[in-house]
């Protein structure tokens, strides 16, 4: 393993453009980031991967896109206003504020050395006004789980998909929550994306169904390319669990700064359904047509973090290499979440015919995968800039290509070249790429 991993990554991914610190010329806003060109397909790759395994490959699944602005009573039903907040302390010379669980001992502020206020509960959730009046009854709460506007849809799917339990529903989307812990890159923002199933179970079956979600979703990260070994399932213990929770086992993942929470696979029992039914006045329960019974589903949610895990892929897939007397730094991303997966690069960039051969091919290539044509160094140098983003296959074009009408193919771990006909690349490709 690399030393410092972690400043690596963080600087691959500003240097190469994956991810930026969000207003960063004005200072930057602290716990928010922005997703450069390859961070931004890095992140759609990792959510289209999650959505093919969770919704296109199960029967039972459906996809939904709730909004992110809800009715403020459904915070006060879900518990959230209540009872979703960290215990901080104020310094009482420099004011900053602290999470009360990163603190040491002795009361002091961490960054001034002055004294600390007491720890007082302060909500996650950020708050807003809707419409033109600032007040109490205008608040509005940017929701903090996007697992909420699943909750309050279910007689809308009950009533249009009419589906047998057990079934699911599946959502990505923003959540937002007041954080102050510092550092970590992307590992704890203020704005993150989710991707969380609602799985709707017969109460007897929960222990069942929640001990099988957790291996699904544990086998998710390993068939993306996750080391086992950098992998963990977690038990939480009861003093843990949040408010809604019978039982819950994290994902973890083993980050440069230790073991980190990449998922939460949790059994909410019946407590959503229950609440939105008391505090809405509906009908929430599901009708049996077997047994003619009425009674609310269990609920078995896997809740994971999109940008967590696309921050574990980074560092999972970063791998330094002696080549020679180089150093090669390569990402070894799975080839379904590399953000390229074909570079088409010219060997002599001042011969015309050459340049103009790689472009026809990468125009080709472009059709059928995502591909980028790059001309603005020596081979060696280009080759080095694709390993770093991860990009499965260079392409190069030389002046034999011209006579021979055939290329070279470099593949990114084995760095081993093929040369292949141009007329049968795309097959090769799709061959190598589809598997
Ligand atoms: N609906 C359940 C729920 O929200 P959670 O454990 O609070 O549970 C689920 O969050 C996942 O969302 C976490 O495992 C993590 O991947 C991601 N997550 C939570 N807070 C986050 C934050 N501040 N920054 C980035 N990701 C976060």
Same mark, same amino acid.
């Not at 991707?195 to 086998?219: D, G, Q, T």
């Not at 570079?343 to 980028?372: C, G, S, W």
């Given at each position: 393993?690399? *030393?410092?991993?972690?400043?690596?990554?963080? @600087?691959?991914?500003?240097?190469?453009?994956?991810?930026?610190?969000?207003?960063?010329?004005?200072?930057?806003?602290?716990?928010?980031?922005?997703?450069?060109?390859?961070?931004?397909?890095?992140?759609?790759?990792?959510?289209?991967?999650?959505?093919?395994?969770? +919704?296109?490959?199960?029967?039972?699944?459906?996809?939904?896109?709730?909004?992110?602005?809800?009715?403020?009573?459904?915070?006060?039903?879900?518990?959230? +206003?209540?009872?979703?907040?960290?215990?901080?302390?104020?310094?009482?010379?420099?004011?900053?504020?602290?999470?009360?669980?990163?603190?040491?001992?002795?009361?002091?502020?961490?960054?001034?050395?002055?004294?600390?206020?007491?720890?007082?509960?302060?909500?996650?959730?950020?708050?807003?006004?809707?419409?033109?009046?600032?007040?109490?009854?205008?608040?509005?709460?940017?929701?903090?789980?996007?697992?909420?506007?699943?909750? +309050?849809?279910?007689?809308?799917?009950?009533?249009?998909?009419?589906?047998?339990?057990?079934?699911?529903?599946?959502?990505?989307?923003?959540?937002?929550?007041?954080?102050?812990?510092?550092?970590?890159?992307?590992?704890?923002?203020?704005?993150?994306?989710?991707?969380?199933?609602?799985?709707?179970?017969?109460?007897?079956?929960?222990?069942?169904?929640?001990?099988?979600?957790?291996? @699904?979703?544990?086998?998710?990260?390993?068939?993306?390319?996750?080391?086992?070994?950098?992998?963990?399932?977690?038990?939480?213990?009861?003093?843990?669990?949040?408010?809604?929770?019978?039982?819950?086992?994290?994902?973890?993942?083993?980050?440069?700064?230790?073991?980190?929470?990449?998922?939460?696979?949790?059994?909410?029992?019946?407590?959503?359904?229950?609440?939105?039914?008391?505090?809405?006045?509906?009908?929430?329960?599901?009708?049996?047509?077997?047994?003619?019974?009425?009674?609310?589903?269990?609920?078995?949610?896997?809740?994971?973090?999109?940008?967590?895990?696309?921050?574990?892929?980074?560092?999972?897939?970063?791998?330094? *290499?002696?080549?020679?007397?180089?150093?090669?730094?390569?990402?070894?991303?799975?080839?379904?979440?590399?953000?390229?997966?074909?570079?088409?690069?010219?060997?002599?960039?001042?011969?015309?015919?050459?340049?103009?051969?790689?472009?026809?091919?990468?125009?080709?290539?472009?059709?059928?995968?995502?591909?980028?044509?790059?001309?603005?160094?020596?081979?060696?140098?280009?080759?080095?800039?694709?390993?770093?983003?991860?990009?499965?296959?260079?392409?190069?074009?030389?002046?034999?290509?011209?006579?021979?009408?055939?290329?070279?193919?470099?593949?990114?771990?084995?760095?081993?070249?093929?040369?292949? @006909?141009?007329?049968?690349?795309?097959?090769?490709?799709? *061959?190598?790429?589809?598997?």
């Amino acid at each position: 393993m690399a *030393e410092n991993l972690m400043e690596k990554v963080v @600087s691959l991914c500003k240097r190469r453009g994956f991810i930026f610190q969000s207003s960063e010329i004005y200072g930057g806003l602290s716990n928010t980031w922005d997703y450069g060109p390859y961070g931004v397909e890095l992140k759609n790759n990792v959510k289209r991967a999650w959505w093919k395994s969770v +919704v296109y490959e199960h029967n039972d699944i459906f996809g939904m896109d709730a909004s992110i602005l809800m009715h403020p009573q459904v915070w006060e039903a879900s518990g959230h +206003v209540q009872s979703f907040f960290d215990l901080k302390s104020d310094c009482k010379s420099c004011k900053k504020r602290f999470k009360a669980a990163d603190l040491k001992k002795e009361n002091k502020c961490p960054e001034c050395g002055g004294q600390l206020t007491q720890a007082r509960p302060f909500n996650l959730m950020f708050k807003t006004h809707k419409g033109p009046i600032e007040d109490e009854e205008n608040l509005i709460y940017l929701r903090p789980e996007t697992a909420q506007g699943m909750f +309050v849809n279910f007689l809308n799917i009950l009533d249009s998909k009419h589906p047998k339990l057990p079934f699911g529903l599946a959502q990505i989307g923003k959540a937002f929550r007041n954080e102050i812990t510092p550092g970590n890159f992307t590992f704890r923002t203020c704005e993150f994306e989710q991707m969380e199933i609602e799985y709707f179970v017969h109460p007897k079956e929960a222990a069942k169904l929640l001990a099988e979600w957790i291996e @699904s979703r544990f086998n998710w990260y390993i068939n993306l390319g996750i080391s086992k070994e950098n992998l963990r399932k977690r038990p939480h213990t009861q003093d843990e669990l949040a408010h809604y929770a019978l039982a819950c086992t994290d994902i973890e993942y083993n980050f440069p700064f230790g073991w980190s929470e990449l998922e939460g696979i949790a059994n909410r029992t019946d407590f959503d359904l229950k609440q939105h039914a008391q505090a809405s006045g509906k009908d929430l329960r599901f009708f049996d047509d077997s047994t003619k019974v009425r009674f609310y589903p269990y609920i078995i949610e896997p809740s994971g973090g999109v940008d967590r895990s696309v921050l574990a892929f980074l560092v999972d897939a970063y791998f330094e *290499e002696k080549v020679k007397d180089d150093l090669r730094i390569v990402l070894k991303l799975h080839k379904d979440l590399a953000p390229v997966k074909v570079a088409v690069l010219p060997l002599l960039r001042n011969r015309p015919e050459i340049v103009e051969l790689a472009k026809k091919i990468a125009q080709e290539l472009k059709k059928d995968f995502i591909t980028v044509y790059d001309d603005t160094g020596s081979i060696g140098k280009l080759y080095r800039r694709q390993d770093e983003v991860g990009t499965l296959y260079c392409v190069t074009v030389d002046v034999q290509s011209l006579e021979d009408k055939q290329v070279t193919v470099r593949q990114r771990d084995t760095m081993q070249q093929e040369r292949i @006909s141009i007329d049968k690349l795309k097959e090769y490709l799709k *061959e190598k790429l589809n598997s």
